[in-house]
């Protein structure tokens, strides 16, 4: 289903927004079948779909990060393949790599990040120079090998998970590469009720099944209809004023950045604000974001862009009370 013919569905664009959160709230219904709680995480999850980003996905072992990302995968009727990142990991293990056909000439066999969402299943597993094989990809939907450049699938979105750095045998992903993503999103153990819902259902016989929700086409036309949703000039001065505030020993410049902060956001945290809340307006039935929407999707913006000087931690403040602070200046 093409753009054209998408747009043919509907009379105009109030009755495509509201087809948008109609969808949102079918997605969430059947995520929910075989995802126990984690509400927060699902929604920001499916904003980073329709924004048209990559998201990071942070917690111990054991709290259904691969479960979530596959079941996400189905229920947007897309493709999805699975990375499992490891210390021998190589990058043409990952976009593929060349090789000598029966006619001795060169033929490029596709990697797995030819698909519409490569999982990748802790990402902080494996070497630097492995993991920067998923940047060109990221920023330019498209990989290099040998000279000859292939373009990826679309849509096409990262979703990697990772183990807290504190943990044994992990490579803390580069700067570089986190600002690519845009959200981090923290996953915490579930609550008593919920674990013992996620017991219930996966120690009986019963199997959860999910039906296709939207497809790739219609992702893709969403996505561009949100990017038409208006954003008044006071939400843009909040965003931007809200990463300038980030920024130690600059003008803008919080108390606390200047005092517990090495270095804080760039311009790409400003845009992924605004496209951000544009989605979260849009799945709340709005058609327009204000500074409530910016506020809701900031923490997962701007966690992993952060980064703490010795004071902070000498003084017990978490990236998290930063970034409230932040907000609420």
Known sequence: MSGNNMDTKFNNEKEAFDALTAK???????????????????????????????????????????LMVSTLAQVLGIDFKRIQFTPDLMPSDIIGTEILDENRKFK????????????????????????????EAMQERSVTVAGNNYILDQP???????????????????????DRFMFNLILDYPSFNEELDI??????????NVSEVISGEEIMYFQQLIRKLPV?????????????????????AHEYANKYLLWGAGPRA???????????????????????DVKAIAPSVLR????????AEADGFSIEDLINAFIEA
């Open 232 to 252: 008044a000039d006071n939400v843009y001065k909040y965003a931007v004023s809200l990463v300038n505030s980030t920024r130690p020993a600059t003008d803008l």
């Open 24 to 66: 949102y709230a079918l997605l969430k219904t059947e995520i929910a079948k075989i995802i126990v709680g984690q509400d927060e995480v699902v929604r920001n999850l499916l904003i980073s779909i329709f924004s048209n980003g990559h998201c990071l996905l942070v917690g111990v072992p054991g709290l259904a990060k691969t």
């Open 156 to 178: 096409f979105f990262v979703l990697a998970t990772q183990n807290p750095i504190e943990q044994e045998g992990t490579y803390p992903l580069p700067e570089a590469q986190l």
């Open 108 to 135: 490029f066999i596709k990697g797995p990040v030819f698909t519409n969402i490569v999982l990748a299943d802790e990402i902080n597993r494996t070497p630097p120079k492995t993991q920067a094989a998923l940047l």
């Open 270 to 292: 400003s845009q992924f604000l605004i496209i951000a809340a544009k989605v979260h307006a849009a799945f709340n039935g709005k058609l327009s974001p204000d500074i409530e």
């Open 199 to 208: 017991v219930k259902g996966t120690t009986g016989n019963f199997i959860g």
């Open 304 to 311: 992993h862009r952060l980064v703490k000087n010795y004071k």
